[in-house]
């Protein structure tokens, strides 16, 4: 079993940053894949960004440039960093935990408003 806890969201005016941080426990492999998803009301839920434990990245078209993603792997931690918001980004973001093998984790989300 892993459990994913998120934090950092919150209601932020358009142009302005926030911090997501996700704290990662229990049966932690090394080769993994940390990230994030997000879900808008009435919208599917989508990839944001995601790093390997080998650090390879990838990002949503709508995010590059403006949106970072970094970990901690000692500490089995995963963030997001995200600059000049849009009143689009808001949305319930969930960090997301896949291994090499075995089950996909989940976090319980964190909301982000941004405000126009």
């Known amino acids: 079993q892993v459990q994913l806890v998120e934090s950092g969201g919150g209601l932020v005016q358009a142009g302005g940053s926030l911090t997501l941080s996700c704290a990662a426990s229990?049966?932690?492999?090394?080769?993994?894949?940390m990230g994030w998803y997000r879900q808008a009301p009435g919208k599917q839920r989508e990839l944001v960004a995601s790093?390997?434990?080998?650090?390879?990245?990838t990002y949503a078209d709508s995010v590059k440039g403006r949106f970072t993603i970094s970990r901690d792997n000692a500490r089995n931690m995963v963030y997001l960093q995200m600059n000049s918001l849009k009143p689009d980004d808001t949305a319930v973001y969930y960090c997301n935990y896949r291994p090499s093998m075995g089950v996909t984790y989940w976090g319980q989300g964190t909301q982000v408003t941004v405000s126009s």
């Open positions: 229990g049966s932690i492999v090394s080769i993994n894949v």
């Open positions: 790093m390997t434990s080998g650090s390879r990245t």
